[in-house]
């Protein structure tokens, strides 16, 4: 995981896509946060956004 001026990306690897919309909510719960990147292999799409609602 890395954190660039409230940017998270994440990396790793996965073969569970539902993990994916859970670590979204709480990456996003996390003050500060405004936009969950991806970057995991064993999925067939390794790059999502998930822009943080304003709080």
């Given amino acids: 995981m890395q954190v660039a001026d409230g940017v ?9 896509p539902s993990l994916r919309s859970v670590a979204t909510r709480l990456v996003r ?8 990147k991806w970057q995991l292999s064993g999925d067939s799409d390794t790059q999502h956004a998930a822009r943080a609602q304003s709080r």
């Fill in 29 to 36: 719960a996390v003050e500060g946060v405004v936009d969950v």
């Fill in 8 to 16: 998270v990306t994440l990396t790793g690897q996965s073969d569970d």
